[in-house]
């Protein structure tokens, strides 16, 4: 990789000074990993199945985990069942303990944990947390990763007073229950020119494969501080219009003026590849065949690199850029997927077009997981992403090694949502599928046929996220 300018390797401060442990008695309780193997196999009988659960009433939103002996039949009350939490923005399982990951507009958000006690019920552990914002996660040994990309430290800044952006990670240990962030101040993790053409990225996903960590690197565009640099020099022509003279817009949305939002190269794939959880001094690995390698919902980057059985990566793209606004910022590449051959750091001749194969040949995917060997689970759109409202309500099984994707049958034709889990074993994949006006279930997906056959049932809204798990002493 080239070495790049120090000042485009400064690295920013969180935006909360550290991950901060929040005595549990200081905050008041209230009455959604990608993992596909998430907790243990279920072998020896000991653990059960957890699910996250969503319970609207006529007055107030309530949220419990319930525990379960089976995925394939049964229904499950939450009626005077269960352990009432605060919810979660992404319920993550992961070697036996649940993470309730919250994201909160870009604040800090609380997250705690939870086990599986030696009675069968589910027992919230002594320490809360307070992170900071994340737009992507990951795993790494006994750690959960959080991330997002941020202003650094004023002691960076240009003489505009413009602050570089960077890498911002919280490191949760799930053993030790413990929290600790990377260190900003030395200005190694500088996201700004990371690809070499100025621009900053942000990190969809954390895939661990041997030591090595392989993250989606999402261009963002310019900050303030890319724009400004060596007066204006990272500013592409015929894209200057594309600067904001301004500030504006809202949440996700909001802009500074004099930046410049969404890349100005959409038709290139990057990912970077660490040696470490340390994630520095990435080897950088491109391909020009598919777009940007993330599913996308609000701020939130939907992990879609992938190891398959056999240690592949598998790197997808939804090609989300087809919605920019401006012609010069949409991708004319269709919706893929590429492949990083096991021990690898460059990308090889794999590839496949998925959007050819759905229905219309222009539909595109929200987020996609390992459904065991070289297949994958993908939620499909129902319509093209350049349409109004498109809505991830299908599924899908895509077999790397055949280059084939096929639909699921068998679902419900009331689909309202489908669930942020999985759970892969004896051939299947499972999901959970949330349905208007009726309870939400547990779907088993057959990799080889694709065909879906309902499983529990949960008396609730939506499930949010479901694993196994077993008693941790």
């Known amino acids: 990789m080239k070495k790049r300018n120090y000042l485009w390797r400064v690295m920013t401060t969180a935006l909360i000074p550290a991950a ?12 959604d990993k990608d993992n596909p193997t998430q907790g243990n ?97 990951g795993t790494y040994n ?31 240990n799930v053993f030790d229950e413990t929290s600790r962030t990377n260190d900003t101040s030395t200005g190694l993790y500088s996201m700004e020119n990371f690809l070499g053409n100025g621009e900053y990225v942000t990190l969809a996903g954390a895939e661990q494969s041997g030591s090595r960590l392989y993250c989606g690197a999402i261009p963002m565009g310019l900050s303030q501080y890319g724009t400004a640099y060596d007066n ?14 301004d500030a504006g817009g809202t949440g996700a949305g909001g802009y500074k003026a004099g930046e410049l939002i969404g890349t100005q190269y959409p038709d290139e794939c990057w990912v ?11 080897k950088l690995a491109k391909t020009d065949k598919i777009s940007t390698p993330c599913g996308r919902f609000r701020s939130q980057y939907y992990q879609t690199i992938w190891a398959a059985e056999n240690g592949d990566i598998y790197v997808f793209s939804a090609s989300y850029a087809k919605t920019m606004t401006d012609p010069g ?76 994707l096929t639909y699921v049958t068998g679902l419900p034709e009331n689909v309202s949502s489908i669930g942020k889990t999985v759970y892969s074993q004896n051939g299947n994949v499972y999901i959970p599928v949330n349905v208007e006006n009726e309870q939400p279930a547990i779907y088993a997906i057959n990799t080889t046929s694709a065909q879906a056959s309902k499983g529990v049932t949960i008396e609730a809204t939506d499930i949010t996220g479901f694993g196994y798990m077993t008693p941790v002493e």
């Open 20 to 31: 901060a442990l929040i005595p549990s008695a200081a905050l008041t309780a209230c009455s």
């Open 41 to 137: 196999e279920p072998e020896d009988g000991n653990g059960k199945f957890v699910f996250a659960t969503t319970v609207q009433g006529s007055n107030a939103t309530s949220y419990v985990l319930l525990t379960g002996e089976s995925l394939d039949e049964g229904k499950l009350s939450t009626v005077n069942n269960g352990l009432l939490n605060d919810g979660a923005t992404q319920w993550v399982f992961y070697k036996n303990y649940l993470y309730a990951l919250t994201y909160n507009q870009g604040n800090a958000g609380t997250t705690r944990s939870y086990i599986l006690g030696a009675n069968g019920q589910m027992e919230a552990r002594s320490t809360e947390y307070r992170i900071s914002r994340f737009s992507s996660y």
């Open 142 to 172: 006994d750690d959960i990763i959080t991330m997002s990309t941020g202003e650094g430290p004023a002691s960076f800044a240009d003489s505009k007073g413009y602050k570089p952006m960077t890498l911002l990670v919280t490191y949760l």
């Open 232 to 245: 204006g020099k990272w500013v592409r022509p015929g894209f200057e219009h594309l600067v904001h003279t």
């Open 272 to 282: 970077a590849i660490y040696d470490n959880e340390q994630m520095l001094n990435p």
């Open 329 to 404: 910022q949409q991708t004319t590449l269709p919706a893929g997927v590429c492949r990083i051959p096991a021990g690898s750091t460059d990308f090889d001749d794999y590839y496949c077009n998925i959007e050819a194969q759905t229905p219309g040949g222009n539909r595109s995917f929200m987020r996609c997981w390992p459904a065991g060997g070289d297949r994958f689970l993908m939620v499909m759109y129902d319509r093209s992403l350049t349409e109004s409202n498109p809505a991830a309500t299908e599924l899908a099984i895509f077999d790397a090694s055949t280059k084939k």
